[in-house]
């Protein structure tokens, strides 16, 4: 079944600010999440579309590679790839709204369970051509990982205690009002334990910096600013917790003999005063070659003549592109005595016919 709409699924207007989508997905989330309406398979399915939506107009790549391609211009990078993907979604909206436990469905992600890891974003450089007929990349990527040493605890030989400020609840409370919200214990980060020793390989962070290098598969098509979506390539989860995803957001070098615009190419295609009044037939370049164009008589300089399918390839599959040669006419700012006299014959022929 093809997806439905994003805007139709929150419910907001193609043109909504951030916070409108913001408030959207938050009340759908309420009204559709899955410990407000166990075994109703239809409202986990909504809760999950909801999710996804949200997940692609909050941020504004994917909404900018969404208004103009819709879902096929994603490629895979709308969507979650499991259960763990939406809450966290859900989570960013509501934080510690509903105080201890992480509220609806506390049991989630408990903080002495597995916990998923952090998204990573990094870039990668291409050439107009890689943009446009994809290529194979490697990028690296530096991240956080847990301590081997102490088992991510942060303390020598693993040996922890207690915290003393949150009593290993990890979390402390607030009165606000009426109300006691929960907000993460500032001495121990939320894991409710503390180091009675730090280890000496972390220093008691409980993570070290690992680098890792990462092949990427660049479909063709891809313009600049927009983002991959590599699921489980981000940085590894804790106690046996899912690993993030790794967005790699594309950046195009400039091309001296093309400017990109959308699926076209436009060339500057230098002729003379001659080929422009006569036609001409000329070869031009392309993104993989050379490309014969046959230039009608009679060109004005900015007119412009388009050589079918040399352009570059849809995201979609669906054909090329045009390459549009824009015509410039070159005048000689030296001419020879021969050259000035025919000219000179040629516009007192221009004046008889005029």
Known sequence: MAKRDYYEVLGVERTATLAEIKKAYKKLALELHPDRNPG????????????????VLQD????????????????GQAGFGNVDDIFSSFQEIFGDLFGFGGGFGGGRARRDGPTRGADLRTGV???????????????????????????????????????QTCKGAGQVAHARGGFFLGTTCPT?????????KACAECGGRAEVPVERKVKVAIPGGIDEGQSLRLAGQGQPGRK????????????????PRFVRDGNELLHELHVSFTQAALGASLKVPTLDGEAELKLPAGMQPGEHVKVRGQGIPRLDGRGRGDLVCVIQVDV??????????????????????G
């Open 332 to 353: 000689p700012k030296k001419l020879s005595a021969k050259a000035k006299k025919l000219l000179l014959e040629l516009q007192e022929t221009f004046d008889k016919e």
């Open 125 to 163: 450089v291409l050439t107009m051509a890689e943009a446009a007929f994809g290529a194979q990349k490697e990028v690296t990527v530096q991240f956080p990982s847990p301590c081997t040493a102490c088992d991510g605890t942060g303390a020598e030989g693993g040996k922890v205690q207690v915290c």
């Open 60 to 75: 504004q790549e994917k909404r900018a590679v969404y208004d103009r391609y819709g879902h096929q211009g994603l490629q």
């Open 240 to 255: 046996g917790g899912p690993a993030g995803h790794l967005y790699v957001t594309v950046q195009i070098e400039p091309d």
């Open 188 to 196: 121990c980060h939320g894991m409710g334990r503390i180091a009675t």
């Open 40 to 55: 109703d398979a239809t409202a986990e399915e909504r809760f999950k579309e909801a999710s996804e939506a949200y997940g």
